[in-house]
């Protein structure tokens, strides 16, 4: 059974630094597409960065040139190292996985390309002005 437990949200104020780290088991594939969602109030679900299990990576515009994705395999974990934070990145950001064969890519920057199936439950991050 595949499991996403994230932890590293946290109050920051605009212009602020953050990491946050999402622990996975139980995912054997050989091929996967692992990353970050973030959901607000008046945001629905959306992704933010993600990464293949080869290295390549896939951002959203909002997170281009600010957040940086990356996957420790030795530790199992997954990171998003997120800087010069802004309030409109107030979100609960969810970790999020699925094997590649159940995705047409591993892209968050193509709608409808990376389909979790699997979510962890979340961590809050609070940006403010």
């Known amino acids: 059974q595949v499991q996403l437990v994230e932890s590293g949200g946290d109050s920051v104020q605009t212009g602020g630094s953050l990491t946050l780290s999402c622990a996975i088991s139980?995912?054997?594939?050989?091929?996967?597409?692992v990353g970050w969602f973030r959901e607000a109030p008046t945001i629905r679900r959306e992704g933010v960065a993600c990464?293949?299990?080869?290295?390549?990576?896939d951002y959203a515009d909002s997170a281009k040139d600010r957040f940086t994705v990356s996957l420790d395999k030795s530790k199992n974990t997954l990171t998003l190292q997120m800087n010069n934070l802004k309030p409109d990145d107030t979100a609960t950001y969810f970790c999020?996985?699925?094997?590649?064969?159940?995705?047409?890519?591993?892209?968050?920057?193509?709608?409808?390309?990376?389909?979790?199936?699997?979510w962890g439950q979340g961590t809050q991050v609070t940006v403010s002005s």
């Open positions: 139980g995912l054997t594939d050989r091929k996967y597409c």
């Open positions: 990464i293949e299990n080869n290295g390549n990576t």
């Open positions: 999020a996985a699925t094997p590649l064969i159940w995705a047409r890519a591993c892209a968050v920057s193509r709608p409808g390309h990376f389909l979790p199936r699997y």
